[in-house]
């Protein structure tokens, strides 16, 4: 720019092609502002390798047809990593199938090790081999399509029971592929189709529990205090990296601090075991050193306390992470 806080066109015209110049000047100057950089989409005016990333690919995507574009709902299956990642092999069409192999100047022959009939490509690995067909339970399961065209059709689709059975077919078709090359091993068809089911199975089964796990994290757990001249007593144990340790901590009907007690327990890693663990330490601590104590500041605080009344008997209530009264 001049020093009016216009461009200088002959500059511009020794420095870019005609076309960029008249892009360039016809680009509004704010005298008023001064000079900075500044990345177009991100409301920081920042550039970022992540955002850059994003729209290179995403104008990939939407501007190469045929592009695999669901490559989430890879990562979002119900299923292992490990599974998952056999996918995302296949998908790239990087899987180390004999074809692929070969064009990385790695021979070991062209023919596929269960039939002898084919070369080895993942298409005919995980569909259109005989042995896959019976599997499958169908003649042409693929129907001509790319492994990366079938596996986008099938994750496109509403039922997730289709996805799962996918991906357990995918993994004992190349589990069955590895025994023969590596282990001298033939897989009968009726055992594989026994191990399918007995991975859908257990995946599912899983992943649905760890759903509900993951629902009753998500509860918002609010502490309720006891009733009238009653005392609660909430314990929880911590699973750490070289210890197991505990904690809890005793307050009345107002919400109020009474006493805490913490320390390290003598017990497995095992969560059951460690909150158990837990509640025992804290059911002897309140037994040996807490009990006249509490007696003691709730009778300075009250004129009429009995040994009937609940503060006389104290019943406390152990709760488990706030929730179990």
Not at 41 to 53: F, L
Not at 144 to 159: D, M, P
Not at 270 to 299: G, H, N, T, Y
Request: hydrophobic share 45%; proline share 4%; glycine share 6%.
């Amino acid at each position: 720019m001049n020093e009016r806080g216009q461009w200088d066109e002959e500059i511009l015209n020794d420095l870019f092609e005609e076309a960029d110049v008249r892009r360039i000047v016809a680009t509004p100057i704010a005298t008023h502002l001064p000079d900075s950089w500044r990345w177009v989409g991100d409301i920081r005016g920042a550039y970022s390798v992540k955002h850059g990333y994003k729209i290179l690919t995403a104008d990939y995507a939407l501007h190469t047809p045929g592009e695999f574009v669901v490559w989430e709902k890879i990562w979002g299956l119900q299923v292992p990593p490990k599974v998952r990642n056999l996918i995302w092999r296949c998908t790239r069409g990087i899987l180390p199938v004999r074809e692929n192999l070969k064009s990385k100047s790695v021979w070991i022959g062209d023919r596929y090790p269960l039939c002898g009939q084919h070369v080895e490509t993942a298409e005919h690995l995980l569909g259109d081999c005989w042995i896959a067909r019976q599997i499958w339970k169908k003649d042409d399961v693929l129907q001509g399509a790319s492994i990366q065209a079938f596996i986008e059709t099938v994750l496109s689709s509403s039922c997730g029971e289709r996805v799962v059975h996918m991906a357990a077919v995918f993994w004992m078709l190349w589990t069955m592929r590895n025994d023969r090359v590596w282990r001298n091993k033939m897989w009968g068809i009726a055992v594989i189709h026994n191990h399918i089911l007995g991975l859908i199975s257990t995946w599912n089964d899983a992943y649905k529990l760890a759903a509900s796990r993951a629902c009753m994290a998500d509860v918002c757990v609010i502490w309720e205090p006891p009733p009238w001249h009653w005392l609660k007593c909430n314990v929880d144990a911590a699973i750490l990296a070289d210890n197991v340790g505990f904690g809890a901590t005793i307050r009345d009907h107002g919400g109020r601090f009474v006493a805490a007690k913490n320390g390290r327990l003598v017990c497995n890693w095992d969560p059951l075991m460690a909150e158990a663990c837990a509640v025992k330490e804290a059911l002897f601590w309140l037994r040996d050193s807490i009990v006249k104590q509490c007696l003691l500041i709730a009778s300075e605080s009250s004129q009429e306390i009995s040994e009937s009344s609940p503060l006389g008997t104290l019943l406390f209530a152990m709760s488990r992470d706030q929730r179990i009264e």
